[in-house]
């Protein structure tokens, strides 16, 4: 699934997109470069327009060229998208911190949504043009 776009900063289709299967390739901007990371999908810096859309193609190449890669990520993004972006889940994550904030409970070891994105604590991956793995 390709999403460029700068202008929709709501994330539901890229919700909608993990949850079935597809492997996001978005802009790096807003609510699908906050929900994208490396271990389900792609983020594209926002550059030029040439730029962007040459690593685009890159990416898609590389996908097509590699369907171990693309089912890997096809996996860990329906795995992502129902333990983490469900309605039950996001319950159960708020009402974990509310249970902390009226000390009813243990402080919620929740990653912040930022450390996600920036693969911390997971490898963060690319491919070679020649469809092969490699730790960035």
Request: no cysteine; net charge neutral; hydrophobic share 40%.
């Amino acid at each position: 699934m390709v999403f460029p776009s700068v202008r929709d900063f709501g994330a539901g289709v890229v919700f909608e997109a993990l949850a079935s299967g597809a492997v996001p390739v978005v802009a790096d901007f807003g609510g699908p470069g906050d929900i994208v990371h490396p271990e389900v999908g792609y983020k594209v810096p926002l550059t030029n327009e040439n730029e962007v859309v040459s690593e685009i193609e890159k990416i898609l190449m590389d996908l097509a060229g590699n369907r171990d890669l693309l089912n890997r990520l096809r996996q860990k993004g329906m795995r992502y998208a129902r333990e983490r972006l469900t309605w039950d889940a996001k319950a159960q994550d708020t009402t974990r911190v509310l249970d902390w904030a009226v000390r009813q409970g243990p402080k919620p070891d929740l990653p912040p949504p930022k450390a996600l994105v920036a693969g911390i604590g997971s490898t963060q991956q690319s491919v070679t043009s020649a469809g092969s793995p490699v730790s960035r």
